[in-house]
């Protein structure tokens, strides 16, 4: 078998493993060592891919190339990450005695089943396979999304469900009608929805079938992606579901949805021109972008506040994407990869001291938690400076690269109205951060959080903190590397 | 012949589908559902047969025995299990929902006729009926507060998705469609352990309680 065939059997194995149960330190090393080597198999596909070959497995069903590389490397290390802190997490709640034997069995079976599913995703090269995968992640983060089985994680993993499922059923509508639009020139069989293959005929794809069936497709995967108008299954899902999965969620399902996002755009743009699919990302992103703003001002609660910054910065993605060229999909692209690379910390410190706290409203955790939980909070303000996109940290640069890419388009009116929605959501976060961990205390009222200590938890937030910092000033050559290839993929050719 | 046959079984499952927007019986709406799969089967029997596509046999039998009898003995089980049988008055009433309703296929039909294959005449019944099943799916999912009956509008979606897939393109490959159904059969299964879990902490089925989380 290949290397890539491993790479996706490894997250499988570890999910039948983790089902089955058994005593806790087996399950922990089964599920750390599990995505440890799935995170190494994915940079040895990467590797591979930078070596020259192009990786591909069942015929050309899966198919690494610049794109899938990158966002293959990129779910990779988000799903080692969350596994490592899931544990801590899992150890934290054990001792609190929140755990049924049913609840660990879920976590250590479907987290890993999910990371399957993502890495699927991003190896896609067969539009119906690529369907079918990010069903899959759907259903495997349902039920981490009702872990704690509490009203509100109920109502959270409902929502989520049939808002998913509707999403899908008009991806796949948009799927057929791709299909269609090609009129028998694809062939048959299960090598007709490869992706290559319709990029191969698409001047010849019926403009009109084609158009409807980009707009199902976008706003199918756009729904997964947590794009405005559809985003509103995030605040809830990512509110409820652990941390843990919260970033498999918010990173993991974010970068496989826009993974689908730009198969649909390049398809249309081979057939038709990048206008039509690049509008229609760019309106989507720019809504998102806005619709995040107020809620980010009046939000109640930690985690709903990453969510609507993570519809922010899909937001900011898609406007990348839609402005077009090199310069918009490099921008895009980079700021997906520090995007990735940063989050793991926000989710990892705010559920910190979301669990210090025993709480993750704001009114519950109270102001001035600097004070109280020095390290977490310390950490979750770093996230603050790392998400907003302060210089000197990595996103400032994509996004002053998007920005640049818009000035010099087409499109400067609507880049206009970008740049001051950022300005006010970079505003907005900084409002909630600052109230939160650096206003007064409020003495003896105040909500006594749990004392801190360095816990398994609390090493995987530093290291990820760590990482976030040094990958502001040093990204790995061949990570850059990944990203001028996925970029040449996106931009390339206009 | 098999384009009486086509239309027909078409116009069945409009039929079925407007039922289900005036009914309140939960088991109705359910047997409805079957209905309109086995038709959805049909459609696809009579396809397999004029132009001996045999994969398309396939299809059918996976749609007949998952969609027509699998699914619908899963939901009637959960309705018995959990001892609510009747859907609430919806957001909008009977009548109204029927009028939005005839507007929606109206949309349907037009839209269908921009396709290449559009003014044939089975192509464009099929693609029609379909697209306005589309659409009447998420008009009963926005007015609806009964979890199953939420669960029943995406499958409606589902279906009206299959059936576009039949009239334009004779059907999706094979393994496609295989890996398809396996995830929409695990949807609905997931769909109804939650509705068993909702019911146990809430009592009710009313998704229209579920709203806590504002903001």
């Given amino acids: 078998m290949n290397l890539l065939v491993w790479t996706l059997a490894a997250p499988l194995m570890t999910a039948v493993a983790g089902s089955l149960g058994g005593p806790r330190r087996w399950n922990e090393a089964t599920l750390i060592g599990g995505l440890s080597l799935t995170f190494a198999l994915c940079l040895g596909t990467a590797g591979q891919f930078l070596g020259g070959a192009i990786p591909t497995a069942f015929g050309n069903t899966l198919r690494v190339d610049g794109l899938s590389a990158l966002v293959l490397v990129l779910c990779g290390f988000v799903g080692w990450v969350s596994g490592l802190y899931g544990v801590g997490y899992l150890r934290r709640n054990d001792a609190g005695g929140f755990l049924t034997p049913r609840m660990l069995r879920e976590f250590y079976g479907l987290v890993p089943a999910y990371v399957f599913a993502m890495l699927l995703v991003s190896v896609s090269n067969n539009l119906g396979i690529l369907w079918i995968a990010v069903e899959l992640t759907t259903l495997a983060s349902v039920f981490l999304v009702a872990f704690h089985n509490r009203d509100t994680s109920l109502e959270a993993a409902w929502k989520f469900l049939v808002l998913g499922s509707l999403g899908l059923g008009f991806a796949l509508l948009g799927t057929v009608l791709l299909f269609a639009s090609a009129q028998g020139r694809l062939g048959e069989g299960m090598s007709a929805l490869e992706w290559t293959r319709f990029m191969r005929v698409a001047p010849s794809l019926h403009p009109f ?13 756009g729904t997964k992606a947590g794009l405005a108008p559809m985003h509103t299954w995030k ?19 974010l970068n496989g949805a826009l993974y689908c996002l730009l198969r649909i755009h390049l398809i249309s743009k081979a057939a038709i021109g990048a206008d039509f699919s690049a509008g229609l990302l760019l309106t989507l992103g720019l809504l998102s972008v806005l619709v995040a703003m107020p809620f980010l001002l009046i939000q109640w609660n930690l ?16 406007v990348g994407i839609g402005l077009g060229g090199e310069a918009g999909a490099f921008g895009a692209l980079l700021h997906m990869t520090y995007h990735s690379l940063a989050k793991p910390l926000a ?11 025993r709480s993750s409203d704001f009114d519950k955790i109270g102001s001035g938690t600097l004070g109280r939980t020095p390290v977490a909070s310390g950490l979750f303000l ?12 990595g996103m400032f640069f994509s996004e002053i690269t998007i920005l640049r890419a818009g000035f010099t388009g087409p499109h400067t009116i609507a880049t206009s109205v970008f740049l001051g929605a950022l300005v006010v959501l970079f505003c907005g976060f900084w409002y909630q951060a600052g109230r939160m961990t650096l206003g007064p205390d409020p003495g003896r009222n105040a909500n006594t959080p749990e004392p801190e200590v360095v816990d398994l938890g609390m090493a995987v937030a530093l290291l990820t903190a760590l990482i976030a910092v040094v990958s502001a000033f040093y990204l790995p050559a061949p990570l850059t590397a990944l990203i001028r290839a996925a970029t040449k993929v996106v931009g390339g050719g206009a | 012949m098999t384009r009486d046959v086509l239309i027909l079984c078409a116009a069945g499952m409009l039929v079925s589908a407007y039922l289900m927007v ?36 396939v299809m059918a039998a996976l749609t007949i025995t998952l969609k027509s009898a699998l699914i619908p003995w899963f939901l009637m089980r959960v309705i018995d299990r959990i001892g609510i049988h009747r859907e609430i008055e919806p957001f ?44 009447i799916g998420l008009f009963l999912m926005v007015t609806r507060k009964k979890a199953v009956t939420q669960i029943l509008a995406l499958l409606t979606v589902e279906n ?11 059907g999706m490959p094979l393994v496609v469609e295989l890996g398809i159904s396996f995830d929409v059969i695990l949807a609905v299964l997931m769909l109804g352990i939650l509705v068993h879990r909702i019911v146990d902490r809430f009592e009710s089925m009313d998704v229209s309680r579920l709203s806590k989380l504002k903001g």
């Fill in chain 1, 235 to 253: 605040p809830d899902a990512y509110r409820e579901a652990p941390s843990a999965t919260g970033v498999l969620m918010a990173v993991g399902m």
């Fill in chain 1, 209 to 221: 079938t084609l158009r409807l069936g980009v707009v199902f497709a976008l706003i199918g995967y």
């Fill in chain 1, 382 to 393: 770093l996230a603050a400076v790392i998400m907003t996109g302060s210089p000197p940290f």
């Fill in chain 2, 160 to 170: 009206a998705v299959f059936l576009v897939a039949l009239g334009i393109t004779s």
């Fill in chain 1, 347 to 357: 989710f990892f410190s705010a559920g910190t001291l979301a669990q210090l706290h």
């Fill in chain 2, 22 to 57: 005036g009914q309140k019986a939960l088991f109705t709406a359910i047997r409805l559902y079957a209905v309109q799969s086995l038709l959805l089967g049909t459609v696809a029997i009579t396809m397999a047969i004029a132009d001996r596509r045999d994969e398309l046999f």
């Fill in chain 1, 303 to 318: 985690k709903r506040l990453l969510a609507y910054s993570s519809i922010e910065h899909v937001g900011i993605m898609a």
């Fill in chain 2, 92 to 135: 909008l009433n009977v009548p109204a929902s029927l009028l939005v309703c005839l507007g929606l296929t109206a949309v349907g039909y037009r839209v269908s006729t921009g396709f290449p294959e559009g003014t044939q005449g089975v192509t464009h019944h099929l693609v029609g009926v379909a697209l306005s099943m589309l659409l």
